[in-house]
């Protein structure tokens, strides 16, 4: 942790983090590239989680895109319903702790899906995520699965509690954030790759975003090509998805906690066009 920002009026630090929405394909990655390094230096930002899911041609995440996404500055990559879609992630996910799958598939399911860090200062920081259930495939309860996450010995006094959830229904979203409120830093959304406008703190001092967008090419239909997806819709017959390359930006939220007491200071998004 660098801690490049301030003190707050408590004696904490303000702890800073960067979540990057789902990178899509070749031109999520170059945005991620351009971008990390530089909001890295210029925003003194402490950790920076990435969500990969659909960073290797839109569908998952290969070991080399990992490797290449955690050397420009992934502290953390988390996934989400795609994440498995490339092969060799299988065997690769349990080597690496820093890539996370969701927390609530069943047990048994290889990879982890948690990362926590302590400093020698006493400083903590950790990140898990679930998947949503609404309009999406059947998995565990993700509010149970949370609940008993964060009561497991290795959670405790870790002040700095990142939850991401990635889900397809708003109030799905709304409803683990205010079940989580208070206690944890943070609860933002990823997977609809439309960045909202809803970036705020609850009553407990949670920070809440209902998705933080899409990091890659946004003349497209939610990352991929206008023209397949169109026909997919009018026809309903299968079509090849590729991704789109054009109009490149990176989607993220930026969050600040007090790493003493673990409460949301600031949430704002942000959304960086890409350039070379
Ligand atoms: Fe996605
Ligand atoms: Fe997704």
Not at 85 to 103: F, G, H, T, V
Not at 250 to 266: C, P
């Amino acid at each position: 942790m660098c801690y490049g920002s301030a003190a707050t009026e408590g004696g904490g630090w303000r702890m800073r983090i960067l979540i990057c929405g789902d990178v899509m394909g070749r031109a999520g990655r170059t945005a991620v590239t351009s971008a990390v390094p530089r909001l890295r230096r210029e925003l003194g930002l402490d950790f920076v989680v990435v969500n990969g899911e659909n960073a290797a041609g839109g569908f998952g995440i290969t070991p080399e895109i990992a490797v290449e996404l955690f050397a420009v500055g992934a502290d953390v990559i988390t996934g989400g319903n795609h994440i498995w879609e490339q092969k060799a992630i299988l065997d690769y996910l349990p080597q690496n702790s820093r890539l996370l799958r969701a927390l609530n598939y069943p047990p048994g399911t290889p990879g982890s899906s948690t990362a926590i860090w302590r400093t020698d200062s006493g400083a903590s920081f950790g990140i898990t995520y679930v998947l949503g259930r609404t309009f999406m495939a059947p998995l565990d309860d993700p509010f149970r699965a949370l609940e008993d996450e964060l009561e497991k010995p290795e959670w405790q006094g870790v002040r700095v509690r990142l939850i991401e959830v990635h889900a397809e229904a708003t109030s799905e979203k709304q409803a683990l954030a205010h079940c989580l409120d208070g206690r944890v830093s943070a609860v933002l959304g990823t997977h609809t790759h439309v960045q909202t406008a809803d970036a705020r703190i609850l009553p407990g001092g949670t920070a809440y975003l209902t998705d933080a967008g899409m990091t890659g090419p946004h003349d497209s239909i939610i990352g991929v090509e206008k023209d397949l997806a169109i026909r997919r819709f009018r026809n309903q017959l299968p079509v090849r998805f590729a991704p789109a390359r054009s109009d490149v930006w990176l989607n993220g939220a930026i969050l600040e906690v007090d790493d003493r007491t673990g409460r949301a200071l600031a949430i704002q998004t942000i959304q960086e066009p890409f350039r070379e």
